[in-house]
């Protein structure tokens, strides 16, 4: 009966960790998003989408600070996806 109770803890403390991990790398990749964006002149050529990434990325950080995964990976997401708009209207950098 231990071995079971240790096995279940096991499993869930794996499992707990492994979503933190995929949340801590969502905010990264979102943050590289947005450092191409960044780059790609964005902030003038498509400053909705831009501000609208940097605002997600705010969050996604502050909710990963606070231990909130789910919230985390959700503004990371949209972040990226923002960040991904203002490089397409910034043109990917190409000048």
Known sequence: MKRLWALT???ILSAGLAVGCSATQTVRNASASFDKAKAAGAETKAPYDYYAAEAYLGLAEHELDEGDNTGARLFAEK??????EALKK???GAK
Do not use: D, F
């Not at 972040?79 to 991904?84: D, I, M, T």
């Open 90 to 92: 910034a043109g990917g």
């Open 9 to 11: 803890l096991a499993v």
């Open 79 to 84: 972040s990226e996806r923002n960040s991904a």
